[in-house]
């Protein structure tokens, strides 16, 4: 599922790079506030703090994932060669590096389908370039077993991952100290968020409990951390 892996010297800074487009998501999406709030409840998720100490390309993979989804965002709304060239880049290099946080991608098909038109290019460049590792997947499909060290997750694993406790308590705790949130000044796009929001963990989830792939582990839903940040900025 991971084709690279990093040395802890760079998943530190990687991961503030990650935080950094967050920022900017929140800032694309709604205001200055649901920006920085959103970095804030970010790095609360726990398994966004350990990728930033982890070997392993998680904290690249979200800064990819945010990265394409920022661009993916600013397209649409401009469609720049700039934009669509990194929005490309970004996303074939997220599949390279883990495919599982990829998942968040759904998101984009769903919000996109309605301007396929002008996405569709964009969409075919993007399998084209990810056409290679269909070899890889295909061998890891045929040797699943050998990577499955999971058990079938129960109801409560879902919910921790969808309602993790750190960010429930800061979420507890910034309603204590500020009070009734601020209205952004923009309307997020909720069904937008929420698909990649949900996506992940109930794809993994499903498709461990009807097939034999297991899985649902809290890294391989990491790719709904930033629309959860997001929706509670």
């Known amino acids: 599922t991971e084709i690279y892996t990093l040395s802890l010297h760079d998943a530190l800074p990687i991961s503030i ?3 950094f487009l967050i920022y900017r998501l929140g800032l694309h999406l709604a205001d200055r506030r649901t920006a920085v709030l959103s970095v804030i ?3 609360c998720i726990y398994e966004v703090a350990f990728a930033a100490i982890d070997a392993r390309p ?3 993979g979200l800064a990819l994932l945010a990265a394409s989804m920022l661009y993916f965002l600013k397209f649409l709304d401009s469609p720049r060669p700039l934009y669509a060239i ?3 880049v970004a996303s074939v290099l997220l599949v390279y590096t883990h495919y599982l946080l990829a998942l968040g991608l759904a998101a984009q098909l769903v919000h996109g389908w309605r301007h396929s038109r002008k996405l569709a290019p ?3 460049a993007i399998g084209a370039l990810c056409l290679p590792l269909s070899g890889h997947v295909l061998n890891l499909y045929n040797t699943r077993q050998a990577h499955m060290f999971a058990s079938v997750p129960d109801w409560t694993a879902l919910l921790h991952a969808l309602v993790p ?3 429930t308590a800061a979420i507890f705790l910034e309603a204590v100290l500020f009070g009734r949130p601020a209205i952004a000044s923009r309307q997020l796009p909720r069904p937008f968020l929420l698909v990649w929001y949900f996506f992940p963990p109930v ?3 499903l498709l461990s409990h009807f097939t034999d ?3 649902f582990f809290p890294r391989y839903v990491l790719g709904a951390a930033p629309a959860m940040a997001i929706l509670t900025g």
């Open 213 to 215: 792939i297991n899985l």
């Open 203 to 205: 794809f993994l989830f």
């Open 165 to 167: 406790p750190a960010l």
């Open 58 to 60: 998680y904290a690249l």
């Open 17 to 19: 790079v990650a935080a």
């Open 86 to 88: 990194v929005y490309v």
């Open 41 to 43: 409840a970010f790095l």
């Open 122 to 124: 964009l969409w075919l």
